[in-house]
């Protein structure tokens, strides 16, 4: 079993649509929990992080962690066209600092 | 603004050979790595860098090996390249370790190698 499990879609919405992208994961170590963003031939980009569990938003992004049951959501709202990529989850175990990326969920927004 | 670049976007070479993949970072950072992504599997650490002349393993680093002689530039190395080394090759660096750090990586533009 993977560390990380996330549904690769493809996942297809119209534009303005609200977007959730869904990652599972084992590992209790893992400590907080990054977003990264990946658009066609480019390197992945860091979108947001979050610590705890609950929700953090930034504009139209909001990431919630649930440690109990290891799960970690990224919301879009109001989804654009210019959203299309591909999304990878990216917890962190403290200890080591190291990236364990989940397969990426690839989002077409379609205007 | 944050620059790392890699050495090739493309790359084609022929089985046994031996390839070099360089990254340069220009943020001063301690912590580099080299990463392989494939459709399904996402990204895979092949090996990682946290100071000069230093090196950890990451989780596939057979049929690798890399070279961090200056802070700035972390090369991987194909010693004998294989079929199933075809893939994307994203380098990474971040920051020092640090007890709220959010150890962001930031990411090159990737070499997509092909073997022949």
């Known amino acids: 079993q993977k560390e990380v499990e996330q549904d690769p879609g493809p996942l297809s919405v119209p534009e303005g649509a609200i977007v959730s992208l869904n990652c599972t994961y084992s590992n209790s170590a893992f400590q907080y929990f990054m977003w990264y963003r990946q658009y066609s031939r480019k390197g992945p980009e860091l979108l947001m992080y979050t610590y705890s569990s609950g929700n953090k938003e930034d504009g139209r992004f909001t990431a919630q962690v649930d440690k109990s049951s290891k799960y970690i959501s990224l919301f879009i709202r109001d989804s654009q066209p210019s959203d299309s990529a591909t999304y990878l989850c990216?917890?962190?175990?403290?200890?080591?600092?190291?990236?364990?990326f989940g397969s990426g969920t690839q989002l077409t927004v379609l205007p | 603004d944050v620059k790392v670049t890699q050495s090739s976007r493309y790359l084609v070479k022929r089985t046994g050979e031996k390839v070099f993949l360089e990254c340069v970072q220009d943020m001063d950072h301690e912590n580099m790595f080299w990463y392989r992504q494939d459709p399904g599997l996402g990204l895979r650490l092949i090996y990682f860098?946290?100071?000069?002349?230093?090196?950890e393993k990451g989780d596939i680093p057979e049929g690798y090996s890399v070279s961090r002689e200056k802070k700035e530039r972390f090369s991987l190395i194909l010693e004998s390249a294989s079929t199933n080394q075809t893939s994307m090759y994203l380098c990474a660096s971040s920051g020092a370790l640090a007890e709220e750090s959010t150890d962001t990586q930031y990411f090159g533009p990737g070499t997509r190698l092909t073997v022949l």
């Open positions: 860098s946290y100071d000069v002349k230093m090196k």
């Open positions: 990216a917890p962190v175990s403290g200890s080591a600092r190291q990236l364990t």
